[in-house]
């Protein structure tokens, strides 16, 4: 072995050594997810199989007369071709695509379609080791949360994106969302369901849509993205922001249909007769969300805001609060307009999403029918998609 001039013979055979170690721990960092903190979620892609399941959605629309729509077999034929020039990966394991049919624009889409996906994911799950759901973005938060409910016991990924530029465009997000959707399925098996987009990793139930054009449309308003991408091709996973709801076997409690959740979104000189007339007309209402002000408050010095209460009382209709600010939490405790609110049975949504608060109150009067139960679990946290007390990220 040649000498090195500026280190002494009896020293260099240790430092090719840590030389070697060095080589080899970049190699591993630029193969292997970073994952920081808590038990590492971190496997291996090879033999992994994931189900892709294409609802609909930008993402897979083309030009036609009437102008872009969702055309079958079009994102399977893209996404095929894009991923050809890549022949010797071993980052994207076997997936298969099932398309829906009809294609969705999420507008559209109800709680019976997603029982369609609950059932989907249900009957393959002893199949695939990880699953993706394409779905337009307009509603894409609401689909992942009421997958983040619906799936109990979950020790799977389930990662739902979409695009905000179709395919058909030569620049678009979309290649982007499902490439990484699927980097993420293959190297991590995070008992969640996820959003992926714009290379952010969040929680589904924590997950908000923020813009109607730019490409990072989504955010995590109230806790911190459990992940990201970055210019390797390996995601970076802060795993103590993990929630395993994984506590017995996996089983998926579909969506009433026949039960109804409505949303009274506040304004100053709002006729509370209109929701009067609703509830006594429609008998299906079971859960209502106000969509109140600031941290939580409502015009409690408005008899007919509190004739309103009252007529939900009556029909034991269950009344959940969630602020119309974006970020922050519910506290009423804090002015006599949320004690009163406390007062005709209104609970704290704490810093749910109203996708989340919605989502959630359906999933409850779908698996239970006594109300206090129901409250029970509404108030507190079973799938990580609240904090009881106001975090950090909060307050800051």
Same mark, same amino acid.
């Given at each position: ?79 095929? $071709? ?15 695509? $099932? ?12 709680? $019976? ?13 002893? $199949? ?23 799936? %109990? ?73 459990? !992940? ?20 017995? %076997? ?7 249909? %026949? ?90 949504? %704490? ?32 799938? !990580? ?12």
């Amino acid at each position: 072995m040649r000498h090195i001039p500026f280190i002494k013979p009896k020293y260099q055979i240790w430092s090719v050594a840590i030389l070697f170690i060095i080589l080899l721990a970049f190699v591993y960092n630029n193969t292997m997810v970073e994952s920081f903190g808590g038990k590492s979620y971190t496997v291996s892609p090879k033999n992994r199989k994931i189900l892709i399941l294409y609802t609909g959605g930008t993402i897979g629309m083309s030009e036609t007369n009437d102008g872009k729509e969702p055309q079958k077999g079009y994102l399977e034929a893209q996404f095929k $071709k894009y991923l050809s020039m890549y022949p010797n990966t071993h980052l994207i394991p076997d997936y298969n695509i $099932k398309s829906y049919d009809p294609l969705l624009d999420s507008s559209n889409m109800s709680s $019976k379609d997603w029982n369609k996906i609950l059932k989907d994911i249900r009957d393959n799950y002893t $199949k695939y080791n990880a699953f993706i759901v394409i779905q337009g973005t307009d509603t894409l938060a609401y689909t992942a949360s009421a997958l983040s409910f619906a799936l %109990q016991n979950l020790n799977k990924p389930v990662i739902v994106t979409g695009s905000q530029i179709p395919l058909s465009t030569i620049k678009n997000d979309g290649y982007n969302n499902l490439l990484g959707s699927l980097l993420l399925a293959s190297q991590t098996n995070i008992p969640e369901v996820l959003v992926v987009f714009d290379n952010k990793i969040l929680r589904g139930n924590r997950t908000k849509k923020i813009s109607s054009n730019k490409i990072s449309a989504f955010s995590s308003p109230n806790f911190s993205d459990v !992940g990201s991408f970055g210019y390797l091709t390996t995601p970076s996973i802060n795993n103590n922001l993990i929630y395993n709801n994984h506590k017995g %076997q996996f089983k998926v409690k579909l969506y009433t249909v %026949q039960k109804e959740v409505i949303i009274i979104y506040l304004t100053p000189g709002q006729n509370y007769n209109n929701i009067i007339n609703l509830v006594n007309y429609n008998s299906n209402i079971k859960g209502a969300i106000i969509n109140s002000f600031g941290i939580g408050d409502g015009p409690t010095n408005n008899k007919h805001f509190l004739h309103m209460l009252t007529v939900l009382n009556n029909h034991n209709i269950i009344i959940l609060n969630i602020s119309q600010c974006i970020e922050g939490h519910v506290d009423t405790g804090d002015y006599e307009t949320g004690k009163t609110l406390t007062k005709y049975k209104v609970n704290s949504g %704490q810093d749910m999403t109203i996708e989340a608060g919605y989502t959630k109150l359906l999933y409850l009067l779908s698996k239970y029918n006594d109300n206090d139960t129901i409250i029970s679990y509404l108030t507190n946290n079973i799938r !990580g998609e609240l904090s009881l007390q106001p975090t950090a990220m909060e307050m800051n």
